[in-house]
């Protein structure tokens, strides 16, 4: 398997600029994961899905943030407008939900910044 | 607020000696815990995950899990300097099945040779 794609891998805009981040979660897999990586705050949940309904946005930072999950093989994390604050890592991950036990695969991230 | 603690670092050890991370967690319900490694750069990848009490003996690492004292430590025998990332502490909240993981900000680990 490809394990997880994320795409683009880097992003580089302008503040109040629309950015959209892409997410291919590995085949057969139920539940879909957004996190953002600073040094500041470590790694933290935005967003997550199972079986591509929203099951918990409460990490998403503002309504400037937004995901979607139009089916299984695709999600996609929009932010508009962008500011600089949001400059990050961007990591999706998937895993199949069998049980609390299911392990967490990552994709490469999205290295985000925002001028 | 659920909260996964970890020492930030650097932890220094020499090559061959024995790396001890160690990672406390504030909700006393915690079914599942990890340990992921990242290497700069790069996203996090398992390398160890424990659900009862006691060890867990891999290779050259071993996950310990204290429920009573809300305690998970990954020791590294043998380390080598390719064993220098951050390794992350993460926990499930509950036991509900596809509960999101909540992550320590990590330990970085520096193995000289």
């Known amino acids: 398997d490809a394990g997880v794609i994320q795409s683009p891998r880097h992003e580089v805009t302008e503040m109040g600029q629309e950015v959209t981040l892409r997410c291919k979660p590995i085949?057969?897999?139920?539940?879909l994961f957004w996190y953002r990586q600073t040094m500041m705050r470590g790694l933290e949940l935005l967003i997550y899905?199972?079986?591509?309904?929203?099951?918990?946005d409460s990490g998403m930072p503002e309504d400037r943030f937004s995901a979607k999950m139009p089916n299984a093989s695709f999600s996609t994390l929009k932010i508009q407008p962008s500011e600089p604050r949001d400059s990050a890592v961007y990591f999706c991950?998937?895993?199949f939900g069998t049980g609390f036990q299911e392990t967490q695969y990552f994709g490469p991230g999205t290295r985000l910044l925002v001028l | 607020q659920k909260e996964v603690e970890q020492n930030s670092g650097p932890l220094s050890v020499p090559e061959g000696a024995i790396a001890s991370l160690n990672c406390t967690y504030s909700d006393r319900v915690s079914q599942s815990f990890f340990w992921y490694r990242q290497y700069s750069g790069k996203s996090p990848e398992l390398i160890m995950s424990?659900?009862?009490?006691g060890d867990k003996e891999d290779g050259r690492f071993t996950a310990q899990l204290n429920k009573a004292s809300q305690y998970v430590s990954l020791l590294i025998r043998d380390s080598q300097p390719s064993d220098s990332a951050t390794y992350l502490c993460a926990v499930t909240p509950t036991n509900q099945a596809g509960t999101a993981l909540i992550f320590g900000k990590g330990t970085t680990l520096s193995v000289s040779s």
């Open positions: 424990i659900y009862s009490n």
């Open positions: 085949s057969g897999h139920d539940y």
């Open positions: 991950a998937s895993s």
């Open positions: 899905f199972n079986n591509n309904v929203p099951i918990d």
